[in-house]
T-cell receptor, first 113, second 111 residues
Framework: AQSVTQLDSQVPVFEEAPVELRCNYS??????LFWYVQYPNQGLQLLLK??????LVKGINGFEAEFNKSQTSFHLRKPSVHISDTAEYFC???????????FGSGTRLQVQP | DSGVTQTPKHLITATGQRVTLRCSPR?????VYWYQQSLDQGLQFLIQ???????AKGNILERFSAQQFPDLHSELNLSSLELGDSALYFC??????????FGEGSRLTVL
């Protein structure tokens, strides 16, 4: 079984500042990794995914994440955030044989002017 | 718009009752997933169907059941409802491993 830990429940940041949302996973097998975003009163939307290949993954809205197998991490970064990035961000993992995702508890990104 | 349609968007009912949540996946997606989102439990995987067959089961209670029909839409049935069942229930469909497209959810309130 897999598990995901999102170390920060809330991350306040000023507009145009860089941000990093941390995610660590646990699994005894090879995994796929994902970041999803949830805006208020909406469903989840895929930001980016790591399936294989390059460990640096670029997603939508200027976000990127780096897969670090030795540290079992998949941190999400953005060099300059906007007010519109305020949302809940979820890290998720699945093993390569299944399709169901295990989600972390989420990190609320609050971008302040 | 993800292309995944869920109905109803909101539902208020009483303890002990039964409700059915409906999901229409994106055109062409054979996999349907159900998730429950609550403040205390977070996002919990309930069950997955692939082309009408149950593929994986997560933390789904025995009072809950689901099915996927030949036209690929899915229904989640929740019975003997308890206060703790109040949550957002999401359906998602998938064309590729892990690339889930979520509906906007059905918010269930049990009074």
């Amino acid at each position: 079984a897999q598990s995901v830990t999102q170390l920060d429940s809330q991350v306040p940041v000023f507009e145009e500042a860089p941000v990093e949302l941390r995610c660590n996973y646990s699994s005894s097998v090879s995994v796929y990794l994902f970041w999803y975003v949830q805006y208020p009163n909406q469903g989840l939307q895929l930001l980016l995914k790591y399936l294989s290949g390059s460990t640096l993954v670029k997603g939508i809205n200027g976000f990127e994440a780096e897969f670090n197998k030795s540290q079992t991490s998949f941190h999400l970064r953005k060099p300059s955030v906007h007010i519109s990035d305020t949302a809940e961000y979820f890290c998720a993992v699945s093993d390569t044989g299944r399709r169901a995702l295990t989600f972390g508890s989420g990190t609320r990104l609050q971008v302040q002017p | 718009d993800s292309g995944v349609t869920q109905t109803p968007k909101h539902l208020i009912t009483a303890t002990g009752q039964r409700v059915t949540l409906r999901c229409s996946p994106r055109s062409g997606d054979l996999s349907v997933y159900w998730y429950q989102q609550s403040l205390d439990q977070g996002l919990q995987f309930l069950i997955q169907y692939y082309n009408g067959e149950e593929r994986a089961k997560g933390n789904i209670l025995e009072r809950f059941s689901a099915q996927q029909f030949p036209d690929l839409h899915s229904e989640l049935n929740l019975s003997s409802l308890e206060l703790g069942d109040s949550a957002l229930y999401f359906c998602a469909s998938s064309p590729n491993p892990g690339e889930l497209f979520f509906g906007e959810g059905s918010r269930l309130t049990v009074l």
